[in-house]
């Protein structure tokens, strides 16, 4: 299958970009952690957590929007990624909700331009390859639908990461 082109890859660190939103790969209390999570709350600023405070926690597979603070990013969205814990506790179709939620929240707003985390995979144990697979396939799905989105950046933090990209893109 040809990928969309409105798909990009990159590695790096996601809180240099300057796109419309930055999605933050959080916990339920939105209150920062380790990880990018702790990335995006370094980089944006108290202005973040103050925002964070008043949302009230977010649930596995959703989405929240705030301002982008002191990030290049005009917004962040928060979501929270399943927590791997073998595979039989639905954690495949958690991730997808939360790409689903993210992408969804992202295209209420107007926004044109997204950058993903692999979500899940690091502290959270989600599978890589699996993740990567996945996280395209509900892009794609998305896409297919929209006629907003200009840019989707999948960030990889490693290349083996980026390699998993490019496989499920169908780039290798
Ligand atoms: N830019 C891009 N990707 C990054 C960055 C960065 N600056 N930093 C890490 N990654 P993780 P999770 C990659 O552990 O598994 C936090 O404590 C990393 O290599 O950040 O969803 C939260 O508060 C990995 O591929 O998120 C939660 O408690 C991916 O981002 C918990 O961790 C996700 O790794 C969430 O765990």
């Known amino acids: 299958m040809a990928?969309?082109?409105?798909?990009?890859?990159?590695?790096?660190?996601?809180?240099?970009?300057?796109?419309?939103?930055?999605?933050?790969?959080?916990?339920?209390?939105?209150?920062?952690?380790g990880g990018v999570d702790g990335a995006i709350h370094r980089a944006a600023g108290p202005g973040l957590l103050a925002e964070c405070r008043k949302l009230g926690g977010c649930k596995t597979g959703e989405a929240k929007l705030t301002a982008g603070h002191n990030l290049p990013a005009r917004h962040v969205i928060h979501t929270v990624g399943p927590v791997w814990r073998g595979g039989s506790g639905g954690e495949e179709a958690l991730l997808a909700l939360c790409y689903r939620a993210s992408l969804g929240l992202a295209a209420t707003q107007r926004l044109?331009?997204?950058?993903f985390p692999a979500i899940s995979t690091g502290v959270y144990g989600f599978p890589r390859p699996r993740a990567c697979a996945l996280a395209v396939?509900?892009?794609?799905?998305?896409?297919?639908?929209?006629?907003?989105?200009?840019?989707?950046?999948?960030?990889?933090?490693?290349?083996?990461?980026?390699?998993?990209y490019r496989r499920a893109l169908g780039l290798d």
């Open 112 to 115: 044109r331009s997204i950058a």
């Open 3 to 33: 990928y969309d082109r409105r798909i990009e890859l990159m590695t790096g660190d996601i809180t240099s970009l300057a796109v419309d939103a930055i999605v933050n790969a959080a916990n339920p209390s939105l209150l920062g952690g």
């Open 137 to 164: 396939d509900e892009t794609h799905r998305f896409l297919l639908k929209d006629g907003t989105m200009e840019r989707v950046i999948f960030i990889s933090f490693d290349d083996e990461t980026e390699a998993l």
